[in-house]
């Protein structure tokens, strides 16, 4: 079974914080996600990786990094958080060539204060 | 610019009666259309995917249509049962492509 985890189920930051957010798969994709989830707006994705130190920016990059120093390991950075930045991050990997399936993580519900 | 509309963004149907999710698409690029069945604490997982060289692609109780001159595709799950309850995304992309297009969600309860 694919098995993509992350850090922390829940988390409380304060404005202005450094966070990490990082996520593990065990299945040797290539590919790995970041997504955040926000009612009515369904999942957008915040930046990829396609290998080991590559990241492309998806369709919300701003006030977000992200860091692949390992193929199992992708973390996504919050500078300096943002109460827009509460929300539910979601975490997911595919293998190379048949991206078409995306198994996710079970999501960290972040919230800024 | 939402790439995929998807429409209800809720859905409440009898046990035993069929929900009906529809999606649009601009984008004729696209040729991969999947659907995602999340439960709540749980992050989404592929339910059922359709290309376009079909019209229809059914497995068990649930069923893709999909009309490429219109530019939608629908999901329809039969014999709606409770355990059905869940949020739906649609998404569409490239084949092989790295990044998918989701629509907004429908949230379905199944009232027993």
């Known amino acids: 079974d694919v098995k993509v985890t992350q850090s922390s189920r829940y988390l409380v930051k304060r404005t202005g914080e450094k966070v990490f957010l990082e996520c593990v798969q065990d299945?040797?994709?290539?590919?790995m996600f970041w997504y955040r989830q926000d009612p009515g707006l369904g999942l957008r994705l915040i930046y990829f990786s396609y290998d080991v130190k590559m990241k492309e920016k998806g369709d919300i990059p701003e006030g977000y990094s992200v860091s692949r120093e390992k193929k199992e390991r992708f973390s996504l950075i919050l500078e300096s958080a943002s109460t827009n930045q509460t929300s539910m991050y979601l975490c997911?990997?595919?293998?190379?060539?048949?991206?078409?399936?995306?198994?996710f993580g079970p999501g960290t519900r972040l919230t800024v204060t | 610019q939402q790439q995929v509309k998807q429409s209800p963004q809720s859905l409440i149907v009898q046990k035993g009666g069929i929900s009906i999710i529809n999606c649009a698409y601009e984008?004729?690029?696209?040729?991969?259309f999947p659907w995602y069945q999340q439960f709540p604490g749980k992050g989404p997982a592929l339910l059922i995917a359709?290309?376009?060289?079909?019209s229809e692609k059914k497995e068990g109780r649930f069923t893709i249509s999909f009309n490429k001159s219109a530019k939608q595709f629908s999901l329809h799950i039969m014999d709606s049962q409770p355990g059905d309850s869940a949020t739906y995304f649609c998404a569409a992309s490239k084949w092989a492509a790295n990044q998918f297009y989701f629509g907004t969600g429908t949230s379905l309860t199944v009232i027993p």
């Open positions: 997911a990997s595919s293998p190379q060539g048949i991206s078409y399936e995306q198994y």
């Open positions: 984008n004729t690029a696209f040729d991969y």
């Open positions: 299945m040797d994709h290539e590919n």
């Open positions: 359709i290309r376009p060289d079909v």
